[in-house]
């Protein structure tokens, strides 16, 4: 018998959030990915807006978060539909609105409550969201591990670093405390699939 997702997800005990720049392509993959492995997991953007690749360089598609993915669809299909889905955007956006509805901003996520792991793929993310947790009130005291999986932005790299994080997350889910043994988790993560993590500890 299956067990239904929203039980395994009581069997979780640590809350996560996914993050990248625009909230379309790696935290969206991963978010799929922990989603469906029964993780309590959310996942944002830190941009000031959210970007997809356009005709060219010089001409991405820029949004405002909180555009619903399947408005994305529809004008990019309308669009040129040959161009977004040779480059996967069309199939990419709808992943995202079967995991949910908009891309969201971190630093406008405090109505979602507390995370206990931040998850980001990118080093400018990583420090964008470890200067936002420092400018929070920190009135519950409650600690959060932010840590950097550097992970390209195309969706072949972004498939790869999905399933590394779910192997760290489930690492973390199977400490008794992640605060005592963070340091042997990345170590022997780091051995394992040669990748370098970055990672520091904020609070709430």
């Known amino acids: 018998m299956l067990i239904g997702e929203e039980e395994r997800k009581r069997k979780m005990k640590l809350r996560y959030a996914m993050i990248c720049s625009s ?14 492995e029964g993780f309590d997991v959310c996942s944002y953007g830190t941009g000031a807006h959210v970007k997809l690749p356009g005709p060219s360089l010089r001409e991405p598609n820029v949004y405002e978060f909180g555009t619903p993915y399947k408005q994305m669809y529809d004008e990019l299909r309308r669009r040129d539909p040959d161009l977004y889905k040779r480059n996967g955007i ?9 995991v949910k509805t908009a891309p969201q901003r971190w630093q406008d996520n405090a109505a979602d409550g507390y995370f206990d792991v931040a998850f980001t793929f990118e080093e400018k993310v990583f420090d964008t969201v470890i200067e936002d947790l420092n400018n929070r009130k920190h009135s519950l005291m409650k600690s959060v591990l932010v840590i950097n999986l550097e992970v390209k932005d195309n969706h072949e790299e972004a498939a790869i670093g999905a399933k590394l994080a779910v192997d760290l997350c489930q690492e973390l889910e ?3 405390f992640w605060e005592d043994s963070i340091d042997d988790i990345v170590a022997a993560f780091e051995q394992q699939h040669n990748r370098k993590l970055l990672y520091s500890i904020c609070f709430y």
């Open 23 to 36: 909230n379309q392509n790696r935290s969206m993959e991963a978010h799929s990915l922990l989603k469906r």
């Open 90 to 98: 069309l199939p990419m956006l709808k992943r995202n609105y079967s």
């Open 174 to 176: 199977a400490a008794d």
